[in-house]
């Protein structure tokens, strides 16, 4: 599963079974972490999920600010809550390139922000995902 976690909104996304292709789920718009944590549960529940990973968001330079502490905190909570392998991943352009792609589609990204999440979460996992594969092809 990958999640893009924001302060108000976290986006969601799934791979299938064999680990190939992610695919986004609804946005979750919370009000608070034990609520937001509640939903994350359920999917991981629906999903069986076994791999949780969060994206990071750091500057261009590659060091972290003060989104990325947040979401550092955010990735201590789930570690305390669910007993799954938990990745961080760079999730620089991710909003960047969402935002593009609905551009693309003649979709106002302002109008569509809890799309934008949905986006960045599937890009975040299919990176890694990506990773992971190719790893696993240079082993084989």
Known sequence: ?????????IGIAVSDPLGILATG?????????PDALDQIGKTISDYQVREVVVGLPLNLKG?????AQQT????EE????????ISVWDE???????QRALITIGKSPSRNREKIDQ??????????????????????
């Open 1 to 9: 599963m990958g999640i893009d976690y924001g302060q108000r909104r």
């Open 25 to 33: 789920l609804p946005t979750i718009v919370y009000q608070t972490l």
């Open 63 to 67: 060091e972290e600010s003060g989104a």
């Open 72 to 75: 550092r905190r955010f990735i």
């Open 78 to 85: 789930l570690r305390k809550r669910f007993a799954l392998t």
């Open 92 to 98: 620089r352009f991710t909003s960047v390139l969402a």
């Open 119 to 140: 986006l960045s979460a599937m890009l975040l996992l299919q990176n890694y995902l990506d990773k992971l594969n190719r790893e696993t092809r240079t082993i084989s």
